[in-house]
């Protein structure tokens, strides 16, 4: 089975609960060293609003779960525009993949502003530009979600997989690491995964540096879950951040009572 493939949707209850998650941030100015933890990418439909948050956006997942459903109100208002519109192509939901992955990316502690900062093309400070070419770089080793749509998973990783998998006799994407590198901003960006040789990740690879304990995984299918209808709406009215993550907070403790 393909890493990255469309799984059957399963019935979803209209929930909000949706974890704060950190995402992986790929960028030019550095190369992100992953390993992907899941054997199986999840397929998710995203929106993106523009006018959300005061008009810094923000990304909603599609309530139109299956093909026959029709209570987006997003593609409800571009149903009868024709597929080359402009209009309908920027509001019609995108097929996202996520995985949990451990971003191994080499980072260091500033010695001058004592950011935690990548090793970038500069090798100075990602915070504040102090050179770092001297500093002792060591794998962040922090547990994250990659998010990318049909060029990066299917193009790309499903292509790697397969080939590592021949090459390295059966040998699954999540045993190796992967560098990613970003040229391009934008919609000019690439993002172009050249995997390394499988080898086995150190067990305190995983462990929060902090507690001493494993690193939790995000539940995929909890991220997948459809936005629901009034956090689309406070969406599209151009609410702010808090008032959306209130709202959510609001449904969730209704939810609780009722149950």
């Not at 992100?32 to 909603?60: C, D, F, P």
């Not at 070419?133 to 990783?157: C, H, T, Y």
């Not at 209130?246 to 209704?254: Q, T």
Request: with cysteine; proline share 7%; glycine share 4%.
């Amino acid at each position: 089975m393909p890493f990255a493939e469309d799984l059957p949707v399963r019935n979803f209850d209209q929930t909000l609960r949706r974890p704060t998650t950190d995402y992986v941030r790929f960028t030019d100015q550095y190369r992100v060293v992953l390993r992907v933890l899941n054997e199986e990418a999840r397929t998710v439909w995203r929106h993106y609003i523009t006018q959300a948050n005061k008009g810094k956006g923000m990304s909603a997942n599609c309530p139109n779960v299956r093909a026959d459903m029709s209570v987006c109100p997003l593609e409800l208002s571009v149903r009868g525009l024709p597929k080359e519109s402009q209009e309908r192509k920027d509001k019609i939901a995108r097929r996202r993949y996520i995985t949990n992955v451990l971003d191994r990316t080499p980072h260091t502690i500033c010695p001058a502003c004592n950011t935690n900062s990548p090793q970038t093309r500069s090798k100075d400070c990602i915070s504040c530009g102090s050179d770092l070419s001297k500093a002792d770089f060591q794998p962040l080793n922090k547990v994250k979600i990659m998010e990318g749509g049909i060029r990066l998973f299917n193009q790309g990783l499903n292509v790697i997989a397969d080939n590592q998998a021949q090459d390295f006799d059966g040998a699954d994407i999540t045993e190796y690491d992967i560098v990613f590198t970003t040229t391009g901003e934008n919609r000019e960006k690439q993002i172009a995964p050249n995997p390394r040789q499988p080898t086995p990740l150190p067990a305190e690879a995983l462990l929060d540096p902090l507690t001493g304990e494993k690193q939790a995984l995000y539940d995929l299918d909890l991220l997948a879950e459809p936005s629901s209808l009034e956090e689309i709406n406070l969406m599209l009215q151009g609410a702010s951040k808090e008032d959306i993550f209130a709202a959510r907070e609001n449904s969730r403790e209704l939810e609780e009572v009722a149950n």
